[in-house]
């Protein structure tokens, strides 16, 4: 767990029930959904720019050294991100990070709220267990003034989340919460601390989403086991879910 309290957040909820996650043997290309890592790739901005360098160029040997924050480029979040008691990424069950989903198209202005009316009219249906992963186009944005100017979740579209059985939920843009600039000196991550205290994990800086938008598919959260973090870099990909007869 985080040795760090989070007072005036909720506590730790537990994991919420889903079925066990299955992979098909469909023979159908894998598509990546992670940004490559940059230095200059977007960030939020209070956070440091990552450094990557070589470390020791010696033939036949060429080590390569990074430094950055855990929640750079495409990342998923433990529950103690926010939830002080909640588990690290080392605690969280293999089974949360693969499996079926979805992708959801969802075209919103930006700063635009996404609300449980959209999502309710999101197709294919979420079934229970799912990673859903949403569509607004953003991640063309990345590395652009208008990045961080990315549409957001509500607290009550997180509520839906968990209510229908989201174990994962995925955002084309840097939080699911209000951009840091618009945040107001009170705010208190509606988004992050509701689905994290119920053990729905957060993913964010996604990209490529489009050409599977709209359709179930089959997802790995390939992260790094990371003991004692409360994020952690992953390549995720993606594929059509394809039933076997």
């Avoid at 690290?88 to 499996?99: A, E, F, H, K, S």
Wanted: aromatic letters at 8%.
């Amino acid at each position: 767990m985080c040795d760090t309290a989070t007072p005036k957040l909720p506590g730790w909820q537990g994991w919420i029930d889903i079925p066990e996650p299955t992979i098909s043997g469909a023979h159908v290309p894998w598509t990546d959904l992670s940004h490559p890592i940059t230095e200059t790739l977007s960030r939020i901005p209070f956070f440091p720019q990552p450094r990557i360098g070589r470390w020791m160029s010696y033939p036949p040997v060429n080590v390569t050294e990074i430094q950055m924050i855990v929640h750079h480029g495409t990342h998923f979040d433990a529950p103690c991100h926010f939830i002080g008691d909640g588990p690290t990424i080392d605690q969280v069950p293999l089974n949360r990070l693969y499996g079926q989903g979805v992708i959801w198209r969802i075209d919103m202005p930006p700063r635009g709220a996404i609300g449980p009316a959209e999502l309710e009219r999101a197709t294919p249906k979420i079934q229970r267990g799912d990673i859903v992963l949403i569509d607004t186009g953003w991640w063309e944005k990345v590395n652009t003034e208008d990045y961080e100017e990315h549409p957001v979740l509500t607290g009550e579209a997180s509520k839906w989340l968990i209510a229908h059985g989201a174990k994962l939920v995925g955002v084309d843009s840097s939080s699911p919460d209000l951009a840091p600039h618009y945040r107001p000196k009170d705010f208190n991550y509606p988004v992050h601390r509701t689905l994290l205290s119920h053990g729905v994990l957060i993913a964010e800086h996604l990209t490529n989403l489009t050409g599977l938008a709209g359709q179930r598919v089959e997802i790995m959260f390939l992260g790094i086991n990371i003991v004692g973090s409360d994020g952690a870099p992953a390549r995720v990909v993606a594929r059509p879910y394809i039933a076997q007869s």
